[in-house]
Nanobody, 115 residues
Framework: QVQLVESGGGLVQPGGSLRLSCAHS????????MGWYRQAPGKQRELVAN???????KYGDSVKGRFTISEDNANNTVYLQMNSLKPEDTAVYYC?????????WGQGTQVTVSS
């Protein structure tokens, strides 16, 4: 069974930074993509970023230039570095992995950007 453990959320002031991590069980064999979606009250779910097995990345338009996704394959972990945070980044961030054609989700971590 694939399990995801998310960490790194919290409260930060506008302009600050946070680093999210998502660790998954097992090897990277069969992994097609990992990344984060987020959902805020009153807003639809949106893709934040993802990274495919070959290392290519994709970002939502609202976070391009501010967020960076990376991976540490030796530790089965993906990171999301979030810089220049804005209040509109406030949301619950859900890590996901697509492995062997199936979707798995983390428990979510709250990111709050407020002064």
């Amino acid at each position: 069974q694939v399990q995801l453990v998310e960490s790194g959320g919290g409260l930060v002031q506008p302009g600050g930074s946070l680093r999210l991590s998502c660790a998954h069980s097992g090897s990277n064999y069969g992994r097609a993509a990992m990344g984060w979606y987020r959902q805020a009250p009153g807003k639809q779910r949106e893709l934040v970023a993802n990274i495919v097995s070959g290392g290519s990345t994709k970002y939502g338009d609202s976070v391009k230039g501010r967020f960076t996704i990376s991976e540490d394959n030796a530790n089965n972990t993906v990171y999301l570095q979030m810089n220049s945070l804005k209040p509109e980044d406030t949301a619950v961030y859900y890590c996901f992995i697509i492995k062997f054609g199936r979707d798995y989700w983390g428990q979510g971590t709250q990111v709050t950007v407020s002064s």
